[in-house]
């Protein structure tokens, strides 16, 4: 008796191919989404981590200041401390103030309001630190030389830099036109740049300057301060440096965002105006037959 044999399902392996093709662009497809998906996550993973690992780095400077051994040769040196916080606020006010010069030169170039944004930004930084510098200076005066102010050439000369730094201030804050301020601001800025840099770096270093003054010239690269407080200075330079950049980086968002909707408020405004219907004056023939004046409204 012979058996039939069981019948075989067709088999085509073009259909099997093309079924894996589908299901491996259905799992590139899935996996480049959940990969766009993903990506903000991993980059505020990342900058949560920074600024975790940032925080971390400024308690350590804080302790490390407040920790450090006793320099002797300070008279009183649990008050001299001040000057770990002291020594970066000029540099960054001088590098801010440059950095103003550039963007005031930048938007006389290319009268870009962004341009403008970045200078107005940094300058107002650069103030900020002027005026830590003053503050932090005069604690120090107190606490080495025995009063708060001394009329010395250092701090009169830094004075007369805060004077130039608030000027500008003053400046903007003189008109209302957008474009008007940012002109003359920048202009200002320009020429105020180079008697702000004499003032800042080349005063003080006089030779009949710098035999009257109180005020220690290169003490940090003269090697006048090592070890301990060396360290803390340096590591106080940094965390201050980069809390800057940060801020900036900030008022820049923010900047971006006020010209964007400046902008958009112009485009409105225009739209509206070239859309208003324009009426002129008619003369209304009379009574008689002449025509007369138009009629007031």
């Known amino acids: 008796m012979e058996t039939e044999a069981p019948i075989q399902p067709d088999y085509n392996p073009g259909l099997?191919?093309?079924?894996?093709?589908v299901w491996q662009s259905v799992c590139r497809t899935g996996s480049s989404w959940w990969a766009a998906l993903d990506r903000p996550f991993q980059k505020l993973q990342a900058a949560l981590g920074i600024r975790i690992l940032f925080g971390f780095f400024t308690a350590y400077t804080i302790w490390r200041?407040?920790?450090?051994?006793?320099?002797?040769?300070?008279?009183?040196?649990?008050l001299a401390r001040i000057f770990f916080w002291h020594f970066p606020c000029p540099m960054l006010?001088?590098?801010l103030l440059i950095q103003g010069a550039y963007y005031s030169a930048k938007y006389l170039r290319t009268t870009s309001l962004y341009d403008d944004a970045k200078a107005f930004a940094v300058l107002k930084l650069g103030f900020v630190f002027c005026l830590l510098t003053m503050a932090t200076g005069i604690v120090f005066s107190k606490s080495e030389w025995g009063a708060?102010?001394?009329?010395?050439?250092?701090q009169t000369s830094f004075l007369l830099v805060i004077?130039?730094?608030?000027?500008y201030f003053v400046l903007r804050g003189a008109y209302q036109e957008t474009d008007r301020k940012a002109s003359f601001s920048s202009a200002y800025v320009m020429a105020a740049t180079l008697p702000a840099m004499f003032l800042v770096f080349v005063f003080p270093r006089l030779p009949q300057i710098s035999t009257e003054s109180l005020h220690p010239t290169d003490s940090i690269l003269g090697g006048q301060i090592r070890g301990g407080y060396a360290e803390v200075i340096w590591l106080t330079l940094f965390v201050t440096t980069v809390l800057t950049v940060w801020l900036y980086r900030i008022q820049i968002r923010l900047a971006?965002?006020?010209?964007?909707?400046?902008?958009?408020?112009?485009?409105i405004s225009r739209g509206s105006t070239a859309?208003?219907?324009?009426?002129?004056?008619?003369?209304v023939p009379t009574n008689s037959g002449?025509?007369?004046?138009?009629?007031?409204?």
Do not use: C, M
Request: proline share 11%; aromatic share 12%; charged share 25%.
């Open 16 to 21: 099997g191919e093309a079924a894996i093709k």
């Open 65 to 78: 200041s407040f920790t450090v051994s006793d320099d002797p040769a300070f008279q009183r040196p649990e």
């Open 93 to 95: 006010a001088s590098w």
């Open 148 to 154: 708060w102010w001394q009329w010395d050439p250092r």
């Open 163 to 167: 004077l130039i730094y608030g000027a």
């Open 256 to 267: 971006a965002i006020e010209l964007k909707n400046h902008t958009y408020e112009l485009e």
């Open 275 to 283: 859309n208003a219907p324009v009426v002129r004056p008619i003369r």
């Open 290 to 297: 002449s025509q007369g004046e138009p009629p007031s409204v």
